[in-house]
């Protein structure tokens, strides 16, 4: 099963798309299995980033219930399979890394005693990798921006959202983008 499994991610034409599902899904069966404990071990909590600087990545894989694991799966499925076909898997991944890194880092600034879980600051990323790819082959963006708007909105709107991630995973994602686009050859 295990070999069949990687046969499988390995022929897809979204290998790192369908990996960090998996790694999502793993995360959360573990948090069943472990319960809390796992959010105040892998989750960002900023006094802690230089003593346990992974905590900005393992953050991405822990979700604070089912809910927040299905949208952000969901929205990491979609955008992932629409970006990762164009960009390649390492660029791909790379937007994604950045994005949340970057997204940590705003909250570190924004908010240092929140402690934040979930992949949303990299999901905010490929949002902004979207609208970069978008913008490059001279599509309009009108409604991607929308979706943008109403997703950051929610995040201010409704308590316990680290928006602080959503507006760094953003930013990170743009960034890395435009250079990944001026760096493509």
Known sequence: MTNQLWSSIRRSKTPATFALL???ALGYVAQLVFGESLVYSFGF???????EPWRMITSAFIHSGIMHVMFNG????????????VIGPARFLLVFTVSVITGCLAVMVLSPESLTVGAS??????FSALFVINRGL???NVSLLAIIGLNLAIGFIVPGIAWQAHVGGLIGGLVTTLLLRRTRH
Do not use: C, D, Q, T
């Not at 909590?45 to 003593?51: R, S």
């Open 121 to 126: 600051a990299g999901i905010f990323g490929l």
């Open 138 to 140: 001279g599509g309009n």
């Open 74 to 85: 969901y929205s990491l499925w979609v955008l992932g399979n629409l970006i990762e076909r």
């Open 22 to 24: 998996g790694v999502i």
């Open 45 to 51: 909590y900023p006094p802690l980033m230089w003593a």
